[in-house]
Structures are given as C-alpha cells and as structure tokens.
C-alpha cells in the first residue's frame, strides 16, 4: 500500500512569515527519502497554502508520483491538465472550512464534472473522486468515468469513542468492497494518524493513503524522516493484518 504525504502543511507554515522558509519541495525530497511513495498537494482556490510556484517546482524537480488535489474548476483542470500529474484527486472545496469537510456531491455536480473527469483522463492522468465512504457514491463515481476513488477517513479519524468509529470503519470497507468490485481503485485520506492508519492498512482493497496535517504536526517533535518511518511501521502493522486472500 502507498503512502502518499500531503505537503500542504508545510506551505501554511512557509505562508505564516510570508518568507520561503520551511520548503514544501524539500520536504517533498525528505519524505520520499525516508521511504514515503509519493507527494500530494491541494492547490486551493484560494492559494492558501500551497501555491502555483511551488506546483511547478514539484513537477520540475520531484520525480515522484505526485497526486494533484484540487476543485474540478475550469481554472484547474486546464492546471492540472497541462502538468499531466500521474494523479489527480477531484475534491470539494468551500472558501470558509478550515479543511475539506465532506465528499463530492458528485450527482449535483452533473455534466461539468464528468466532463472535467473526461478531459483529465483523456490526458492519462488517473482521475480519483474525494468521496464519502458510501458504497452509494462509489458507484456514482464508477458511473461518471472516474478510475479511482479516496475514502474521506476524517469521520473515522476523528471518532469520539470506539463505537463511532467502528461504525465509520464499517463504513469505509463496506465502500472498499464496492470500489473493488467496480474495479475502481480505492484510495483513503483525511485525519489519518500513526493509531488510526493500521485498521485502514487492514482493509483489503485500500492502495494508497494520503497523509499530511498529523504527519507534519508530528515531524516537529520527531523530524520528518522519522515520522514518515514511524507512519510506515504503523501501516505495516495494519498490513500484517490484512487477511491474506488479497
Ligand atoms: C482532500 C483532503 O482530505 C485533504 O487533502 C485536504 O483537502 C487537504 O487540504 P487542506 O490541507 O487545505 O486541508
Ligand atoms: N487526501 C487527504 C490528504 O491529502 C491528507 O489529509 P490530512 O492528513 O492532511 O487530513
């Protein structure tokens, strides 16, 4: 299973002096260094964070499987079209939340959304939908052409207590089931942390997670190369307990 690290935050860090220190492409190269599969980024409307010169930069100089978050804009499928990303991650984007809140409503974003899905995967990139975790929008998301889905993890993640969660987790392989059968790759993110990563890992069907504002909380205390090791080791520890028929 891929782990892909969402180097956003390290760009909100950088944005809060207003200067160029830390470096999200530095910490792209660390992360892949210390074992990591692959860099995610989220170029938001707003530039927020991450911001056009630092996609450039990525494409330039990280040969890595980058995954392009991002709104299925015009503005940034013509982006992400031109960079021709291995992948790129459709996602729901709202100028006041503090971070993505939910899947894609992908029903209400109708002809334009399919059509952007086309576009993009017409260029060769693998075209992935932020979606609930319902087998329901899985198959929405077959129906428009996309190849791949990522699970929204936050409700998951983000549990008040062991029953909540088992039940987002229920959640969650009930829609990895659904992904697989559709022969939809199936991709988690969203609030993942070294204790709520393992049970994901576990799930058979799950290829990649994105991983990002926990993994760079924890690189401050640790350093990032052993954080990424240590997010590693704890997804190993879920694998070990995939059943073993995948
Ligand atoms: C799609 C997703 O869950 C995250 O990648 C999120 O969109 C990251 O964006 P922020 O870093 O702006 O929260
Ligand atoms: N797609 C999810 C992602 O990239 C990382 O989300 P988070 O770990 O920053 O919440």
Aim: hydrophobic content about 50%; aromatic content about 4%.
């Amino acid at each position: 299973m891929r782990l892909s690290v969402n180097i956003d935050h390290v760009a909100t860090l950088r944005n809060a002096r207003g200067g160029s220190h830390p470096c999200p492409i530095a910490a792209a190269h660390a992360v892949l260094a210390a074992g990591a599969d692959g860099i995610t980024f989220h170029l938001r409307e707003d530039r927020r964070h991450i911001r056009d010169a630092d996609v450039a930069r990525l494409f330039a100089e990280v040969p890595a499987r980058l995954n392009f978050e991002m709104a299925a804009t015009p503005e940034m499928v013509a982006l992400c079209a031109g960079y021709r990303p291995a992948a790129c991650c459709l996602v729901p984007e709202k100028r006041a939340e503090l971070t993505t809140e939910g899947g894609l409503d992908i029903a209400a974003g109708g002809q334009p959304l399919r059509e952007a899905v086309a576009h993009l995967a017409g260029r060769g990139i693998e075209v992935s939908l932020f979606i609930e975790p319902d087998p329901e929008a899985v198959a929405r998301a077959h129906a428009i052409g996309a190849q791949a889905v990522e699970l929204h993890t936050g409700r998951y993640a983000e549990a008040a207590d062991d029953t909540t969660r088992g039940a987002e987790l229920a959640r969650i392989r009930a829609a990895t089931r659904a992904a697989t059968a559709a022969g939809l790759a199936c991709h988690a993110g969203h609030g993942l942390t070294y204790a709520t990563v393992g049970a994901i890992a576990a799930t058979p069907g799950i290829a990649e997670v994105s991983i990002g504002h926990f993994l760079i909380g924890a690189a401050l205390m640790e350093g990032l190369p052993a954080a990424v090791a240590h997010m590693r080791a704890a997804i190993a520890e879920g694998l070990r307990q995939r059943p073993a028929a995948e």
